[in-house]
């Protein structure tokens, strides 16, 4: 309520205390003394009344009392100053704002304030996040449950979800396999220097976590199968490996995998869509990481891939895992909408403050 709006209100709350006050001091007084005193005042309206003397606008306070003491008296045959319907209308509206009152939504409790302050510091602080992944920092860090849409509603910006649609039929072939694919993808990224480095990376789809990934300058179907050598132990339960048709996947790399004991997914030709869980992470990478720095030299971007990679695998929610972690960090208990009194949320930044990691700690006594 604006401060003008907050006066009026108050004023007319005080004019009509002042006259309930005077309808009970009235109340004491003798029935003769009223009497006249109410002729006495009706021959002065009278002589107003005769010269036609319009008198001002009625206010709120005034419009109320005359509501309530039309119940008391008959009001038709003394009333002069507005018309009967007037007084009807006021009666009218005044039932509207009491029956307004009455009926006002009582909604959910609205989410305390410093935890609206923290949304949007988490907003500001990582540029590239959305309302889901706040939500879902929120729920596996720090254990408060808040629906997306509530998190939009405090995030300085607007961002909306985006939308895929993968092909029903493979991604249900994955689904059901997730666990034992592994899919890997190549991309591009160039230095400072205008150095083109070829950086590889193999994800497990059923965790999304980031198994593997290395970069070169010069991409050679020797050097593509030596990363596989270095990933399949031939202890783990991978079953399929999905890649795309690039030449660096040559025929000896797909003997040398099949060895490996694994099955060989290609995809269909200039299909990106039928290899979506790495082309994700891909895009995941750029608008994460890489979009918003400038290696330097190999060191320096081998550097930033490193710290990238431990806070995708061990810090960054995934929505497809519930959300969750995939290195399987297990989350708080649910607090609802509370940070817990006698606990803080400390920060931990990555890549310099590019993102920042979110967790509870207790307050030291």
Known sequence: MTRPRFHAAARTVLY????VVRFVGEAVRSHAQLAAENLFLKKQLALYVERQVKPRRADDATRIVLVALSGLIEWCRIL????????????????????RWKSRPRGRPRVPADLQALIAEM?????????????AELLVKLGIRVSPRTVRRYMP??????????SQRWSTFVRNHASAVLACDSFITITATFRVF???????????????????EHPTAEWTAQQFRML?????????????RDSIYSAEVDRTITAMGLTILKTPVRSPQANAF???????????????VIP?????????????????NRGRPHASLGPGIPDGANAPVSLGHRIPGDHRVATQPVLGGLHHEYRLERIAA
Request: include cysteine; charged fraction near 25%; glycine fraction near 6%.
């Open 80 to 99: 002069t100053i507005v018309k009967p319907d007037t007084l009807l209308r006021w009666h009218r509206k005044g039932f509207q704002l009491f029956w």
């Open 16 to 19: 009509v205390l002042a006259d």
């Open 296 to 312: 330097l030299t190999e060191d320096h971007l081998r550097s930033i891939l490193r710290a990238w990679v431990a806070h995708y």
């Open 232 to 244: 399949i132990s031939g202890d783990e339960p991978h079953r399929f490996l999905i890649h795309d």
């Open 198 to 216: 070829y950086v590889s990376v193999v994800m497990e789809v059923g965790t999304r976590r980031i198994r593997h990934w290395n970069m070169t």
């Open 157 to 166: 910006t607007r961002r909306g979800p985006r939308a895929g649609t993968p």
């Open 278 to 292: 790495c082309e994700r992470l891909i895009g995941t990478i750029r608008r994460e990481c890489l979009d918003w």
């Open 123 to 135: 907003a500001v602080s990582n540029h590239t996040w959305g309302e889901e992944r706040i939500a």
